[in-house]
């Protein structure tokens, strides 16, 4: 039995019962791979065409335990498989892999034809409330005092037997798809601890409110490092994103994590963007020295446009305190420096994430030190297997969620 009809549930529902096993998967939803078919903004990005060392990195101090699962199916393994189930693949900015089709219906529609193909059964609108379990024979080598036996269902009265169940029911980040977070419930009420539950992949909001004026600005290749109470944590280049509560985009979730961590701990947090990477401070004031000198009595404002978005500039210049009509032969060294310190140091103060609903992921979940990183299987109760996102497992942006979702998926339903 498989609780959770996602991408990681569908995949484990799939392998299971291609290698001969009688499977029954339940959704609590109407239809399956809801959160799936949003995935990458409809696209669905399903996993990276990195290493898997480069792969273990990109989920922190966890990675390590999915080094199993990876050496037993990874990205190559994953691009054939929807190859064989009619979806073509194609290799974007960063390694990111997706359907050709540009349509993540598209890989739900293969996972659903793996499901009917492998005759895999499947209860929608069916809402699991608790896994049932009894007394195990503890061995030399199994001390586990209890076993599976089978679930119960919300508002029902019927125990659905089976000794073996997989829990994949995803994390708490877009409820609307069915993360609700059943699953930790479920995993606690039969002794697993759950590491506490935040948002990952999640814009940002700011104490600066003179970014509400700055909303849909995008800022591309910029440098952007965190502080925590002025120590240097993290860096990103890329791209962000100003909105009307703070920041988001590329970069800005990459570091999200991290962040949110922080802030959980009390800390003050702080991001410096640097708007001008490329150039260091010397090469910034010989250029504007350049520029002030051939514009003259024109308004520094004139000089400003061809350093910043347009958008930038009123808030830009308020921030330096440089009236913005003064001609540039009136510059001053001291305001050269301010406009250079700015332009390498443009700083907002970090307040909260945004609510664990708009999270793209969840961090936290069942703790990994109570689950067998060879099998996925419970290190408490035998026969319960875990995947995807429930697990204490999180990922950057780039394909590497979802390829832990199939990976944990694939060993689950193996053993």
């Not at 503890?138 to 997989?166: M, Q, T, Y």
């Amino acid at each position: 039995m498989v609780i959770g009809g996602g991408a990681s549930g569908m995949f484990a529902s799939g392998g299971a019962a291609e290698k001969g096993d009688n499977v029954l998967l339940v959704e609590r939803g109407e239809r399956l791979g809801r959160k799936l078919s949003i995935t990458g903004k409809g696209r669905c990005n399903i996993t990276n065409a990195g290493e898997i060392k480069d792969f273990i990195k990109s989920y922190g101090n966890n990675g390590k335990f999915l080094y199993r699962a990876f050496t037993e199916f990874f990205n190559q393994d994953l691009t054939t498989f929807f190859n064989q189930y009619g979806v073509r693949t194609k290799q974007e900015r960063g390694g990111r892999i997706f359907p050709v089709s540009d349509n993540s219906q598209s890989i739900v529609n293969a996972l659903k034809n793996y499901l009917g193909e492998n005759k895999v059964m499947i209860k929608l609108n069916s809402r699991a409330e608790e896994i049932i379990i009894s007394e195990n024979k503890p061995s030399e080598k199994d001390f586990r005092k209890h076993k599976v036996d089978g679930i119960k269902l919300k508002n029902s009265a019927e125990i659905i037997k089976s000794v073996k169940v997989i829990l994949a029911t995803g994390g708490i980040s877009y409820p609307g798809t069915g993360s609700t977070g059943d699953g930790y419930f479920i995993a606690e009420k039969v002794g697993h601890s759950i590491v506490p539950l935040r948002p990952a992949l999640v814009p940002l909001e700011t104490k600066d409110i003179f970014v509400k004026s700055l909303q849909g600005l995008t800022l591309k290749n910029v440098m952007v490092t965190v502080f925590d109470n002025d120590k240097k944590i993290d860096s990103e280049f890329g791209d962000m994103l100003f909105t009307h509560f703070g920041v988001s985009g590329p970069i800005i979730l990459k570091l999200s994590g991290l962040i949110v961590d922080n802030l959980s701990r009390n800390k003050r947090v702080t991001i410096s963007i640097n708007l001008k990477p490329a150039l260091d401070k010397d090469k910034l004031d010989a250029r504007l020295l350049r520029e002030f000198k051939n514009s003259g009595i024109r308004s520094i404002c004139n000089v400003i446009k061809n350093l910043l978005p347009r958008k930038l500039i009123p808030v830009f210049m308020k921030l330096t305190g440089i009236v913005s009509d003064k001609k540039c032969c009136q510059i001053t060294q001291s305001e050269r420096e301010k406009i250079i310190s700015l332009l390498t140091n443009f700083n907002l103060e970090i307040s909260k994430p945004r609510p664990v609903e708009e999270a793209i992921i969840t961090r936290g979940g069942v703790a990994l030190d109570e689950i067998n990183p060879y099998t996925m299987e419970s290190k408490k109760v035998k026969g319960l297997y875990f995947c995807g996102e429930i697990i204490d497992i999180d990922g950057i942006t780039g394909g590497y969620n979802l390829q832990a979702a199939f990976s944990t998926a694939y060993l689950a339903a193996n053993n």
